[in-house]
Nanobody, 124 residues
Framework: QVQLVESGGGLVQAGGSLRVSCVAS????????MGWFRQAPGKEREFVAA????????IYADSLKARFTITRDNYKNTAYLQMNSLKPEDTAVYYC?????????????????WGQGTQVTVSS
């Protein structure tokens, strides 16, 4: 069993940057592919980015790949999502997820474990 806890969310002005973190416990993160998703008010949860367990496979939502970067530090059992040039439409609850699949996957159903989410609010 893997427990995931996100942190680092908050309020930021448009154009600013924010890095959210996802710390895993229970098992080492090094064997899990990690993903980030987000859910804006009144909308369905959507895929943001994913990074395979070995770091060789990274995928992003097309609309976000120019501004967002997913990374991981297996020694710290932590995954990160760096968000730059933030826009008000990036306001959402951001969730991290983990899967034992080897390749990065852009679908919710591909993930076995989820965090509780962290709120990111971008003001205009």
């Amino acid at each position: 069993q893997v427990q995931l806890v996100e942190s680092g969310g908050g309020l930021v002005q448009a154009g600013g940057s924010l890095r959210v973190s996802c710390v895993a416990s229970g098992r080492t993160l090094s064997t899990y592919t990690m993903g980030w998703f987000r859910q804006a008010p009144g909308k369905e949860r959507e895929f943001v980015a994913a990074l395979s367990w070995n770091g060789r496979n990274t995928i992003y939502a097309d609309s976000l790949k120019a501004r967002f970067t997913i990374t991981r530090d297996n020694y710290k059992n932590t995954a990160y999502l760096q968000m730059n040039s933030l826009k008000p439409e990036d306001t959402a609850v951001y969730y991290c997820a983990a899967t034992s699949r080897e390749s990065a996957v852009p679908r919710e159903e591909g993930y076995d474990y989820w965090g509780q989410g962290t709120q990111v609010t971008v003001s205009s």
